[in-house]
């Protein structure tokens, strides 16, 4: 089972609100894979979707450091950028394994370690047309099918 539906957002200020929105219903195993094209806003997300829950004003990409991590009030946030992986199981040296049941991780470039992905996940696929942006968001459980389609910004 599947269940997808796509934001348009116009301005940057639309993408602060889809991620702030997501952010709310976000619970503790949570994975978010982020998968779009360089500059399609994948870290700009992530920056609104953790600044959202953890009062941090600098949320750099993490490029170099591949992982950065925030505490919310209810869980830790970990923000993956695989980009520079060779090979999917460098992702194990991450402490990623853990981090998918302790944590609400960001992962953006999720196709390096599509192998190691749990099923139930987040899927966010970002394309842009112009200065819009959309997000297709896909689940695959009826739990996070409810939240997604409770999900509004305004």
């Known amino acids: 089972m599947t269940y997808t539906k796509v934001f348009n957002c ?37 920056r609104f979707f953790i600044q959202s829950l953890c009062r941090v004003e600098d949320v750099p990409s993490p490029t170099f450091t591949l992982v950065q991590s925030y505490m919310a009030d209810s869980f830790e946030i970990c923000h993956y950028d695989m980009y520079r992986l060779e090979h999917p199981e460098e992702a194990y040296e991450l402490g990623i394994e853990d981090s ?24 966010i696929f970002i394309s842009t047309q112009g200065d819009c942006r959309f997000f297709e968001i896909s689940v695959f459980s009826q739990e996070k099918e409810q939240r997604l389609k409770a999900l509004s910004y305004a």
Request: proline share 3%; aromatic share 12%; hydrophobic share 40%.
């Open 10 to 46: 116009l301005t940057e200020n639309d993408t602060k609100k889809l991620a702030q929105a997501l952010s709310l219903i976000a619970q503790k195993g949570d994975v978010f894979a982020l998968y779009g094209t360089l500059g399609a806003g994948k870290s700009t997300f992530c």
């Open 100 to 123: 998918f049941y302790t944590s609400v991780n960001l992962i953006e470039w999720p196709e390096k370690i599509e192998s190691l992905l749990p099923r139930d996940i987040w899927k």
